[in-house]
């Protein structure tokens, strides 16, 4: 199991934000410019023209379903909200970073068609610790590991001579 920093995880929101513009909307950043991708209205504004080709039916969006149609437009919602007020998105609450980049994977795998690559990333606080930390696995990660756990509750346990009694182990 493999956990992401915070730093590795906004650089994976800005990467993200990119790749949706790049594989889905054409558009050409400039290469010098690397910190493109913070600046919110870049952000908004990518999404603006995924949102009038999804609408239109174009590029990438040509044959997704109504549902992924509507599940793109949610997303990009979550997306406007959070970078609705801010210049920059290293302007944004660690927590509500995470929830941007959830977003923009969710974007970006829709439009990529790429859903087991898709970062889930969650905040939480470790068992005996007051420190938040932020978690991030792609779909396929969590889905092994979920697939992992059910094998392990229904594989019959081994009992020890000491725990065997009346005809069970406890």
Not at 127 to 142: F, H, K, M
């Amino acid at each position: 199991m493999s956990e992401v920093t915070t730093m590795q995880v906004i650089a994976r929101m800005h990467l993200a934000a990119m790749l949706v513009v790049l594989l889905g909307a054409g558009l050409t950043p400039g290469l010098g410019r690397g910190s493109d991708n913070f600046d919110a209205a870049t952000i908004r504004a990518q999404q603006a023209q995924l949102k009038s080709d999804a609408e239109a039916r174009r590029g990438p969006f040509k044959d997704i379903s109504e549902s992924e149609r509507a599940e793109l437009s949610r997303q990009q919602d979550i997306v406007d909200r959070l970078t609705r007020d801010v210049n920059r998105t290293t302007e944004l609450r660690e927590a509500q970073q995470v929830e941007l980049l959830n977003a923009l994977e969710h974007i970006s795998a829709i439009v990529n068609r790429a859903e087991d690559e898709r970062l889930v990333c969650r905040r939480h606080r470790p068992t005996g610790s007051n420190r938040p930390t932020t978690t991030c696995r792609t779909v396929a990660q969590l889905r092994a590991d979920r697939i992992s756990v059910e094998q392990e509750v229904g594989r019959p346990r081994a009992c020890s001579d000491a725990a065997f009694r009346n005809g069970s182990c406890f």
